[in-house]
């Protein structure tokens, strides 16, 4: 089967399809199971409930620690349904991933690149972990990342055509960056571009000054809103945003903030590359290695790089600054993270799409044989799961400290509806005789394609099948519900023994909250009469010592390890003596 991919509108909507299969329809089907997801949408829910869209209090005494522009997304995708759900609060993620892939998409063609290659870094974007996994989370990250991606690639354009309509996309989609994620937001695109336009030849002092002038352009939207939020909530908001964007940077917060060495980065690239490294891996073992005789060598490699670096095309060079730029920016503080970095993702994309090209013209059995392995994993996904459906595999034995969760996830695969195991299992099979069938017929690009596709349904397999079961057991969410109905209305308190007076960044029942509706209130910073409250077993003795004023009874103690921190919490109801 000889794939027809050089009609560039054709792929655009390959593209888009792609994005929604891969995303938007399995979006609701977790639970949210860590602290991160719902932290965020409780801070969407607190705007609808209170009609504070500046900066609304949530978790009963925080604001939030980032700008309003992706709760602002949230909120506004659950006005639809009236309620902020899994799948509200994580569609802005999944949709600013699909316009993302579209808009390097377009322009990847405005800068000559064939259509084929530029489908296929798009779907290599779509299956990268790192990508897919925040385009389907509640989190800040992958709509921050969008936007720094497109405004590079507006900012590009303008250059190239000095189009006013695009500039003022630059100024949006910056704007929009900085209202999701702070200053960030502004400085990333500005970098890349200025230093693009420096490699073509461009004067230092006209190149600075242009940037500087679109970064302030761009800083008006974020000002309205620092500044009302400030009029709203005063110094504590100013220090907020100082600890969030000096002290994170500087590494001089006053709680430990994901600080990590800067080897963590490159194995956060490794790592979030997957399955495409595996690739690369294979590969490597297929070829001779030959290293630099001497160190003249590399000595003279680094000398001609400026004048390789002004010979390449705009896409590679691009692409390639974008890389090095926003890498070294982010192993600079000492807080890290792997998904500070997915912005260069749809520029690692563009060279793993070539290096997929490149292979499956020297060495074809390597890709075909990556392909043919991912098949397997395909199939055996849905087949794994329809064997413990039928019971074949449902009498193994678990033991150690884990085992009551293994066990729930088996009797969660159990009650699998037979038709839905059937469907994933039906469609893996189709996608397997498809590329069976025609791998020896295809073309260098048909078969590229093909390649992301099948990881794509693996991704599939993995997020409609296996992964909402395992969610369902780790989350907080069955937790919330017999609190709900032990405590129908009203306040639940909580009590941290971890928190101390002052600290700022204190840790909530997230989960628990986000499901009660906000509903959650630390207890040490208003002492009620009387009510209920949850708290940790680790809790309970600091408690007495330091409130000997309450009266506590014991409502019940639930047996499920909180997703959030771990812990296994008691509801009591509790009286001033």
């Known amino acids: 089967m000889k794939l027809k991919l050089n009609d560039s509108k054709t792929c655009f909507w390959i593209l888009a399809l792609a994005g929604c299969l891969s995303l938007v329809i399995f979006l609701g089907m977790g639970l949210f199971n860590t602290k991160g997801e719902p932290r965020e949408a409780i801070v969407a829910l607190s705007m609808l409930q209170s009609g504070d869209w500046i900066c609304p ?33 994580r569609l802005p993620s999944a949709l600013a991933t699909i316009l993302m892939v579209l808009v390097v998409y377009k322009f990847m063609i405005r800068n000559k690149v064939s259509v084929e290659l530029s489908l296929l870094t798009g779907l290599v974007t779509f299956t990268t972990f790192e990508v897919h996994r925040a385009g389907m989370a509640c989190r800040v990250d992958m709509l921050l990342s969008a936007m720094i991606v497109i405004a590079i690639y507006f900012f590009h354009g303008w250059y190239k055509s000095r189009n006013a309509v695009l500039l003022l996309f630059v100024v949006l989609s ?32 006209k190149t600075f000054f242009l940037c500087l002038s679109v970064a302030l352009a761009s800083c008006v939207l974020p000002f309205i809103w620092y ?33 990590a060495p800067a080897i963590y980065n490159v194995v956060s690239v490794i790592t979030g590359l997957l399955p495409y490294t595996l690739l690369f891996v294979v590969f490597l073992f297929t070829m001779k ?25 705009d896409q590679d060079l691009l692409s390639f600054l974008s890389i090095v ?57 849905p087949l794994l799961v329809l064997l413990v459906r039928t019971g074949i595999l449902s009498g193994v034995s678990f033991s150690g400290k884990h085992a009551a969760e293994y066990l729930a996830y088996v009797h969660n695969f159990m009650n699998l509806p037979y038709l839905q195991i059937v469907l994933f299992l039906l469609f893996a099979l189709g996608v397997a005789y498809l590329f069976l069938s025609n791998w020896k017929k295809m073309s260098v690009d048909g078969l590229g394609v093909s390649v992301a596709g099948i990881v794509g349904v693996v991704f599939m397999m993995i997020d409609g099948l296996i992964l909402p079961s395992v969610y369902d057991v780790k989350s907080d969410y069955h937790m919330a519900r017999e609190m ?21 960044g204190r840790m909530h029942q997230f989960s628990v909250n986000f499901y009660l509706g906000d509903r959650i209130v630390p207890l040490d910073q ?52």
């Open 227 to 259: 500044y009302l939020a400030y009029q709203e909530r005063g110094d504590a908001f100013l220090y907020l945003v100082y600890e969030e964007n000096v002290l994170r940077f500087t590494g001089k917060m006053v709680y430990s903030s994901h600080e």
């Open 484 to 504: 709900q109905q032990l405590v129908p209305d009203g306040k639940i308190w909580d009590y941290r023994k971890d928190f101390r007076v002052g600290q700022r």
């Open 526 to 577: 208003n002492r009620p009469n009387k009510g209920y409250m949850i708290m940790g077993d680790d809790d309970y003795k600091e408690f007495v010592a330091s409130f000997p004023d309450y009266k506590l009874k014991k409502i019940k103690r639930f047996n499920h390890k909180s997703c959030d921190d771990k812990r296994f919490l008691t509801l009591y109801s509790f009286m001033k003596k």
């Open 289 to 313: 290695l030959s290293l630099p005789k001497s160190s003249a060598g590399v000595k003279s490699w680094f000398v001609s790089l400026p004048h390789r670096l002004g010979r390449m095309s």
């Open 57 to 89: 209090i949530n978790n009963g005494v925080d604001i939030a620690y980032k700008p309003p522009f992706f709760h602002w997304c949230v909120a506004l995708c659950s006005l639809v349904a009236g309620y902020v759900s899994e799948f509200s609060s």
């Open 174 to 205: 910056m704007s929009a960056a900085a209202l999701t994620k702070g200053p960030v937001g502004i400085l990333l695109p500005c970098g890349v571009m200025g230093l693009f336009m420096l490699v073509r030849g461009e004067n230092f002092f």
């Open 325 to 381: 730029v926003i890498f070294v920016f982010f192993c600079i503080p000492k807080s890290k993270r792997s998904v500070y970095l997915l912005p260069i993702y749809p520029f690692m994309a563009y060279y793993i799409a070539r290096f997929i090209h490149y292979i499956s013209q020297r060495n074809r059995r390597i890709v075909v044989g990556y392909a043919k392995a991912f098949v397997g994993i395909a199939v055996s996904l």
